[in-house]
């Protein structure tokens, strides 16, 4: 759930900027170099189309995790290190990156519940098979 709002977030305000640049510059500022400003909003978009589809499909790696709190952490100290030439509302941001990533590292270190610690996938070994009361059978011990 944190991921997925993370998620959201992030795709929100990506595609905000590239969709209508006249109304985010209005709240964030002006920004001077279109090009790089334009490159930010189309990587925040992927970070965070990343994060929902993740988040949808149900946990498989830890791969969302890293990103969600690597995305999160380098923001808010991007904002922090340039907090004295950006406007204040990228205080308020950089405070709200900082809980996501502090949540999202939290969340990760709990890991998947035990019913999904083992995610079958067409390239996952195939589960060894025994001979039970005269025909083929699957093991009935724990795949692990």
């Known amino acids: 759930m944190i991921a997925r709002a993370q998620g959201w977030y992030y795709l929100g305000g990506g595609l905000w900027r590239l969709l209508h640049p ?7 500022g002006p920004k001077p170099d279109q090009f790089q400003t334009d490159v930010a909003a189309a990587l925040f978009a992927a970070i965070g189309a990343t994060l929902v589809v993740d988040s949808l ?6 791969a ?14 991007i904002d922090l290190k340039h907090r004295r030439q950006i406007r204040s509302l990228f205080i308020i ?10 949540a999202a590292a939290s969340t990760a270190a709990q890991g998947p519940p035990a ?11 195939p589960r060894p098979r025994r001979f039970v009361a005269g025909r083929l059978g699957e093991d009935s011990s724990r795949w692990r």
């Open 22 to 28: 006249r109304s985010f510059e209005r709240i964030a």
């Open 57 to 62: 499909a149900g946990p498989r790696s830890k």
């Open 64 to 77: 969302p995790a890293v990103l969600a709190v690597g995305s999160a952490s380098a923001i808010a100290a």
């Open 93 to 102: 941001e950089a405070a709200s990156e900082i809980a996501m990533a502090v």
């Open 115 to 125: 019913a999904i610690s083992r995610v079958e996938s067409p390239h996952s070994p």
